[in-house]
């Protein structure tokens, strides 16, 4: 999922469309409301303000009563009471306090769901899951393939799993495991027939069962749409009917731990490429479809940007209309389905010719941070912070990792809809990110 495996079939100048919207039509529709509104009778502002103003007054005033006075700052993620999430960051300040956290480690700050991944090659995630276990409902390590080999289907991975660390896991907070799983296996092989389709579920089902699993992450659309079977309206049925049933089959078993769960089926979408949907586009219709079927939908909302076209990894206006356009069909009651791609690693992007970008964990951002000590800029228009420096060939690199400010205003966005979050990865980003969840 993400960076590391994929890539996104995109039209450059597709997107920069979407990203120019003009913004007139919704200037002239706040017009019209506001002129509406002067002929609603005052009466109805009176009742307005019984019902909604009043009570929300009421209870502000007993909580601040049996709370006071140290409720106010203390509720606040400790990063904010430090003042530390704004625009105006400097390059010292990150140096020095990205790993000061709060004591308090586990409580939390976003309530929607969260869903960390977990990567093996970054394997500083499984001390971070243990120490924020509390702030995240869902754990996905990055472990499982589904492949074929000639005509036998075969689940490799099982030599990732750390059944200890799910333990401690299971000890510290109330979390739920899944493993990512991708769906390698060419298409024609597992989907064209029932034996294989059925011989799939079996495989997942019983390692589910065997490693006492909550359930799985599955990615498939984007190898999918790689094979074509999105582009084929007979394939792209069968290979929904597929997702379909495995999530029937998950949900048929009871958890182990909780016998009132049952196991539950997580779905990679990627973001639609163009304001105007396409067929190999996961759209909304398709959320629809799978709606009984399946638990949650992790977005990858990031990679914006590429080697050819620099620039933030996952802009804020685009995360918006990707959610309003998936959304547009089932309105905002299927969005705390969804969770909402945040991107935990950057970019660092050559300039020069022939341009080049290079995918950077926290770590890499800091010790560029020491070496240039650059000043760091905010790109208010896609919510994100960038620096530039030259590198000892006196090339030009444009830097975009993300900040406090940036994910926090990505977590505003998500709790707006109330929608969930999903973060690849969490062994890549710096400390002090975890106080704001
Ligand atoms: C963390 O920040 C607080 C407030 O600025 C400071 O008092 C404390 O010494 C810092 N702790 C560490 C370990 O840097
Ligand atoms: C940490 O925060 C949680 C949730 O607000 C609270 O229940 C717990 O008592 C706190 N722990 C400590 C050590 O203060």
Not at 235 to 261: P, T
Not at 318 to 331: E, K, V
Request: proline content about 5%; aromatic content about 10%.
């Amino acid at each position: 999922m993400g960076k590391n495996q994929v890539r996104r079939p995109t039209s450059d100048s597709n997107r920069r469309r979407m990203r120019d919207k003009p913004s007139t039509q919704k200037d002239q529709t706040a017009d019209s409301s506001f002129q509406d509104f002067r002929y609603y009778d005052r009466r109805l502002i009176a009742v307005f303000v019984v019902l909604f103003v009043v009570p929300p007054s009421i209870s502000l005033l007993i909580y601040r009563f049996k709370f006071s006075p140290q409720s106010g700052p203390i509720l606040l993620p400790y990063v904010r009471q430090r003042g530390l999430v704004k625009a105006d960051v400097n390059c010292e300040e990150i140096l020095t306090e990205h790993s000061n956290v709060s004591e308090n480690t586990s409580r939390r700050h976003f309530m929607n769901p969260v869903l960390a991944y977990i990567t093996p090659w970054n394997s500083g995630g499984y001390d971070m899951a243990k120490r924020f276990t509390s702030k995240f409902t869902h754990i996905s390590p990055v472990w499982y393939d589904l492949k074929s080999h000639g005509t036998k289907l075969v689940l490799e991975g099982r030599h990732n799993a750390d059944i200890g660390w799910i333990s401690e896991l299971r000890m510290r907070g109330d979390v739920q495991v899944l493993p990512r799983l991708v769906l390698e296996a060419l298409p024609q092989h597992v989907l064209r027939e029932k034996k294989q389709r059925d011989k799939a579920v079996d495989l997942i089902l019983k390692e589910c069962k065997d490693m006492g699993y909550d359930g799985i992450v599955l990615e498939s659309w984007s190898r999918w749409a790689a094979h074509g079977v999105l582009h084929d309206a007979t394939m792209r049925k069968v290979a929904l009917r597929f997702v379909k049933q495995l999530g029937e089959a998950l949900h048929a078993v009871k958890s182990d731990r909780n016998s009132n769960m049952h196991l539950q089926l997580v779905y990679v979408i990627g973001p639609p490429h163009t304001e105007k949907l396409q067929e190999h586009d996961f759209g909304p219709h398709d959320l629809q479809t799978l709606s009984e079927s399946v638990d949650g939908f992790s977005l990858m909302t990031y990679d914006f940007s590429s080697a050819y076209n620099p620039g933030p990894n996952a802009p804020l206006k685009w995360i918006r209309s990707t959610l309003h356009l998936l959304l547009s069909a089932a309105g905002r009651n299927m969005a705390h389905t969804i969770f909402v791609g945040i991107n935990f690693y950057g970019y660092d992007f050559l300039l020069a010719e022939g341009g080049g970008a290079q995918a950077i964990t926290g770590r890499d951002y800091l010790s560029l941070l020491e070496q240039h000590n650059p000043p760091m800029r905010w790109d208010k228009r896609n919510a994100e912070h960038y620096f530039s420096y030259t590198d000892s060939q006196r090339r030009q690199h444009a830097v975009f990792y993300p900040t406090l400010m940036s994910i926090s205003e990505r977590l505003e966005e998500a709790r707006s809809w109330g929608a969930g979050i999903s973060i690849w990865e969490i062994g890549q980003g710096l400390d002090y990110f975890f106080d704001l969840l």
